[in-house]
C-alpha cells in the first residue's frame, strides 16, 4: 500500500531492491526440504532468513543518512553474521538430533503458519517516500519471524547445541523489535 501519489527514484530504487531480496528469502525458505531432525530444518530455514536480514540492512546502509539507523543496521549485519557462523559450526552436529514424525509435522505446520504471516507482513508493508521507515516497515515483521520461529522450534526436542542460540536470538530480536517499533514511531511523527 503506498502513502502520497507518487515514489522518488531512491524509493523506488531501494524497494526493488528490498522485493528482490525479500522473493529471494521466500523462495529459498520454502525450498528447504524437512528432514528428520526439527533442529537440522530450523537451521535450514534460518540461513536464508539470516541472509535476507544481512541484505536488507545493507540495503538501507545504501540510502539512509539517520544515524540511529545507520548503527541499528550495521549491529544487525553482525550479529547475523555470527549467528549464521554459529549455526554452520553446528550444523552436522544438530543433523543427527531427530524427532519423532509426529513432532514434525506439528513443527512443519506452525512453522509454515509463522512464515506466511511473515511473507504476507513483508510484502503488505505499507510504501512511504521514507526509506527509513519502509525499512523498518519491512524489518520489523522480519525479526516478528525469527520470534516466532525460535518459539516454535523451543517446543520440541532439539540438538543441544541449538537451545541457547535460539534462546539468544529471542533475547537479541525481541530487543531489536522494540528498538525498531520505537523508531518507527518517531520517524512517522515527523
Given amino acids: ?110 512453522l509454515r503458519q509463522i512464515q506466511q504471516t511473515m511473507y504476507t507482513c513483508m510484502g503488505r508493508a505499507p510504501v512511504s517516500n521514507s526509506v527509513n521507515v519502509n525499512f523498518l516497515r519491512e524489518m520489523i515483521p522480519h525479526h516478528a519471524g525469527a520470534i516466532q520461529m525460535a518459539r516454535n522450534a523451543l517446543r520440541f526436542a532439539l540438538c543441544p547445541e541449538l537451545v541457547p542460540m535460539l534462546k539468544g536470538i529471542l533475547i537479541a530480536q525481541t530487543e531489536e523489535f522494540r528498538e525498531m517499533e520505537r523508531l518507527l514511531c518517531r520517524l512517522e511523527r515527523e
Fill in 1 to 110: 500500500m503506498t502513502e502520497g501519489n507518487r515514489l522518488s527514484a531512491v524509493t523506488q530504487r531501494y524497494l526493488a531492491c528490498f522485493y528482490d531480496i525479500l522473493e529471494s528469502m521466500m523462495n529459498a525458505m520454502t525450498a528447504v526440504k524437512p528432514t528428520d531432525s526439527i533442529s537440522a530444518d530450523w537451521i535450514a530455514q534460518m540461513m536464508p532468513h539470516h541472509e535476507a536480514g544481512i541484505a536488507m540492512a545493507q540495503n538501507i546502509l545504501q540510502y539512509t543518512t539517520q544515524l540511529p539507523l545507520q548503527q541499528m543496521a550495521e549491529n544487525m549485519i553482525e550479529a547475523q553474521m555470527q549467528s549464521m557462523a554459529q549455526m554452520k559450526d553446528i550444523a552436522d552436529r544438530c543433523a543427527e538430533h531427530t524427532n519423532s514424525p509426529l513432532e514434525r509435522e506439528l513443527y512443519e505446520t506452525w
